[in-house]
Structure formats: structure tokens, C-alpha cells
């Protein structure tokens, strides 16, 4: 009896108080060394708030949040978004100003459609120049070689399509020169949403630089190379034989070595371009010109071979002259 007498004086001193009652604290059962050690020390100092509690970083700016089209978000998803500047990386993510999504089938459209203009315009070229060939092989043919006219050797004709064949090669160089600018300002049109303003001013300061320059070629070949070749050939066979000058091999060197060299003069516009994008350095290309040089000679060897190997070596050493000049004005106005 005494046991269960207990038992109820247990149950009545953790009963809730009564109205009236002084309220009594609850005792806590969990013993003085679990309260030791939940109350924080004296010299554990103010509590630092956790990083993950949402209050402590009220005052830290939201990430920068992009739609992968360079449109920043707001704080909130309220807010309208902002744009911004196309030269700028914001999220290292930007994007030109005229840029928009378009779907495969459209860009391979319009591909399409601006190679036939250029090619259309080429043909119109090649068109006209059929009508003129026949003269201009007979001017070409007096003018390519260094004697006066009534000592130039006469063309030879060893198929009975060659004649036809070279004035279809000669009408196409025609269209091509024709059709060069056009598929240049094609090109551009076509890059031109995906163009940063300052890439937009590099190409169309290129465009016209180009175009000069591949002009500047074919007058450095026609004038220069192609004299010094022929008269090189005489005189390698002269006293021993009588030179027989096929007239479609003698044009279809001469209409390699020009074409050719129009592309060769592109070089200082090459390198100039990838030193203004970053690409390369002065100093590099200077460490690097023997590499440079066996590149030109067997490109020249590789486009412009004949037997006597005195084309490639023309072609090689005009190459290295227009690189190393390049680099002797870039060390003139400083840049490295």
C-alpha cells in the first residue's frame, strides 16, 4: 500500500497546476550533465549564423542567372530581365547583338540561296569573257613571253578540244575575278548576325584589302613571274632544241601561277588579322619563320611544280618576301 500511495504522489506532483495554482516550472528529466552540455559556454563568444539560414544572407547580391541567350534574370522572377552589353561577358555568356536562334534548315537555305547569287554572277562573268577568249589568248600569248612580237613562237595545238578547253579556262578565271567581291559581301551578309560591332569592322576592312590585293597578285604574276619563267624556259633549251609551246600546258600555267599568287598576297592580310584577334604575336612568328619558310616551299612545289622547278622557287621566295616584309612594319610601328 505504501508502494502504490507513491505512486499517486509521483503522478500528483507532475500533474498540470489548477486555476489558481502558482505556476510551477517543469523539471527536466534529462539530468545536469545533458544541461552542461546544451548551454553554450561563456567563452564560446556571439554564434555565427549557420550559412544555409536564409536571414544571414539577405544582404549578399543573387547569383547571376542567364537564359543561355545572355538575358540576365532578376533577383526575382518578377522582375522584367535585363540585356546585357553584347561586347560584354555577364555569366560568361554573351552573345552579338543582332544574334537570334534559327533552325538548321534555314541557315542551310540561305547558304544556298547566296552561293547560287555568287555563282550566278560568275557565270554572267565567264558568259562575257567566252566572247572576248579568242582575242585575249592571242594578246596573252604575244605579251607572257620577253621578245617582240614577230619573235614570239607560236602556240601548238596537240588535241582538237584544246583550244576550246582554254578559252573555257581563260573565261573562268574572268568569272572568278568577277564573282570574288560578290562572294565576299555574300559571306559577310551571311555571318553578320553572328558578328560582334569591332569583328564587323575587321571584315569589312579586310573585304576591300582583299580584294586589292588578290588584284595586286595577278599584276605581280602576269607582269613580273610569268616574263621571267618564259624567258627562262628559252633559254634553258635554246641552242639545243626547238621549243614547241603548247597552248593549252603554256595556259594552264599561266592561269595557275596567277590565281595562285593572287592568293599568296593575302598574306600580310592574314597575319595582320590574326594579330589584331589575339591569335598570334609578332615576336612568335619571328621565332617560328623557318617552319614558315619550309611551309611556302612546299606549297609553291606542291600548286606550282614544272620541270625545271623554277615556278615553285618564284612562288616560294615571293612568299617569304611578303611574310618577312610583314614583320619587318609590324617591328617599325611597335607591335609585338
Same mark, same amino acid.
Given at each position: 500500500?505504501?508502494?502504490?500511495?507513491? #505512486?499517486?504522489?509521483?503522478?500528483?506532483? @507532475?500533474?498540470?497546476?489548477?486555476? /489558481?495554482?502558482?505556476?510551477?516550472?517543469? #523539471?527536466?528529466?534529462?539530468?545536469?550533465?545533458?544541461?552542461?552540455?546544451? %548551454?553554450?559556454?561563456?567563452?564560446?563568444? $556571439?554564434?555565427?549564423?549557420?550559412? +544555409?539560414?536564409? %536571414?544571414?544572407?539577405?544582404d549578399e547580391e543573387?547569383?547571376?542567372?542567364?537564359?543561355?541567350?545572355?538575358?540576365?534574370?532578376?533577383? @526575382?522572377?518578377?522582375?522584367?530581365?535585363?540585356?546585357?552589353?553584347?561586347?560584354?561577358?555577364?555569366?560568361?555568356?554573351?552573345?552579338?547583338?543582332?544574334?537570334?536562334?534559327?533552325?538548321?534548315?534555314? @541557315?542551310?537555305?540561305e547558304m544556298v540561296?547566296?552561293?547560287?547569287?555568287?555563282?550566278?554572277?560568275? $557565270?554572267?562573268?565567264?558568259?562575257?569573257?567566252?566572247?572576248?577568249?579568242?582575242?585575249?589568248?592571242?594578246?596573252?600569248?604575244?605579251?607572257?613571253?620577253?621578245?617582240?612580237?614577230?619573235?614570239?613562237?607560236?602556240?601548238?595545238?596537240? @588535241?582538237?578540244?584544246?583550244?576550246? *578547253?582554254?578559252?573555257?579556262?581563260?573565261? %573562268? *578565271?574572268? /568569272?572568278?575575278?568577277?564573282?570574288?567581291?560578290?562572294?565576299?559581301?555574300?559571306?559577310? *551578309?551571311?555571318?553578320?548576325?553572328?558578328?560582334?560591332?569591332?569583328?564587323? !569592322?575587321?571584315?569589312?576592312?579586310?573585304?576591300? +584589302? #582583299?580584294?586589292?590585293?588578290?588584284?595586286?597578285?595577278?599584276?605581280?604574276?602576269?607582269?613580273?613571274?610569268?616574263?621571267?619563267?618564259?624567258?627562262?624556259?628559252?633559254?634553258?633549251?635554246?641552242?639545243?632544241?626547238?621549243?614547241?609551246? $603548247?597552248?593549252?600546258?603554256?595556259?594552264?600555267?599561266?592561269?595557275?601561277?596567277?590565281?595562285?599568287?593572287?592568293?599568296v598576297f593575302q598574306?600580310?592580310?592574314?597575319? &595582320?588579322?590574326?594579330?589584331?584577334? /589575339?591569335?598570334?604575336?609578332?615576336?612568335?612568328?619571328?621565332? !617560328?619563320?623557318?617552319?614558315?619558310?619550309?611551309?611556302?616551299? /612546299?606549297? %609553291?612545289?606542291?600548286?606550282?611544280?614544272?620541270?625545271?622547278? &623554277?615556278?615553285?622557287?618564284?612562288?616560294?621566295?615571293?612568299?617569304?618576301?611578303?611574310?618577312?616584309?610583314?614583320?619587318?612594319?609590324?617591328?617599325?610601328?611597335?607591335?609585338?
Open positions: 500500500m505504501a508502494d502504490e500511495s507513491g #505512486s499517486t504522489g509521483d503522478r500528483e506532483d @507532475h500533474a498540470e497546476p489548477r486555476e /489558481g495554482d502558482d505556476e510551477q516550472p517543469v #523539471s527536466d528529466e534529462r539530468g545536469p550533465d545533458t544541461d552542461m552540455a546544451a %548551454a553554450p559556454s561563456d567563452t564560446d563568444g $556571439a554564434v555565427e549564423p549557420s550559412d +544555409t539560414d536564409p %536571414a544571414a544572407n539577405d543573387p547569383p547571376v542567372e542567364t537564359d543561355g541567350e545572355g538575358v540576365v534574370g532578376g533577383a @526575382h522572377d518578377d522582375e522584367e530581365p535585363s540585356y546585357p552589353d553584347p561586347d560584354e561577358d555577364v555569366g560568361g555568356i554573351s552573345t552579338p547583338p543582332d544574334d537570334e536562334e534559327m533552325p538548321l534548315a534555314d @541557315h542551310i537555305e540561296l547566296r552561293l547560287a547569287m555568287v555563282a550566278l554572277v560568275g $557565270a554572267a562573268g565567264t558568259a562575257i569573257g567566252l566572247l572576248f577568249a579568242s582575242d585575249a589568248i592571242s594578246y596573252i600569248w604575244t605579251d607572257i613571253f620577253p621578245y617582240q612580237a614577230e619573235e614570239v613562237p607560236p602556240p601548238h595545238i596537240y @588535241h582538237p578540244l584544246e583550244l576550246w *578547253l582554254t578559252r573555257i579556262k581563260l573565261s %573562268a *578565271l574572268l /568569272g572568278i575575278m568577277v564573282a570574288l567581291p560578290m562572294f565576299v559581301y555574300q559571306c559577310y *551578309l551571311f555571318m553578320k548576325p553572328g558578328l560582334y560591332p569591332h569583328e564587323r !569592322k575587321y571584315y569589312l576592312a579586310a573585304v576591300p +584589302t #582583299s580584294v586589292v590585293l588578290a588584284g595586286v597578285g595577278m599584276l605581280f604574276s602576269y607582269q613580273l613571274v610569268l616574263p621571267i619563267l618564259f624567258y627562262y624556259f628559252t633559254f634553258y633549251a635554246e641552242g639545243s632544241a626547238n621549243i614547241a609551246y $603548247a597552248l593549252g600546258d603554256t595556259f594552264d600555267l599561266v592561269i595557275t601561277l596567277t590565281g595562285f599568287l593572287a592568293i598574306i600580310p592580310l592574314f597575319i &595582320m588579322l590574326a594579330i589584331m584577334m /589575339g591569335v598570334t604575336t609578332r615576336r612568335w612568328l619571328a621565332e !617560328k619563320r623557318l617552319y614558315f619558310w619550309a611551309a611556302f616551299f /612546299g606549297l %609553291a612545289f606542291m600548286f606550282t611544280f614544272d620541270p625545271t622547278a &623554277m615556278a615553285p622557287v618564284l612562288v616560294g621566295m615571293t612568299m617569304i618576301f611578303l611574310f618577312e616584309g610583314t614583320l619587318l612594319v609590324l617591328k617599325w610601328v611597335g607591335t609585338e
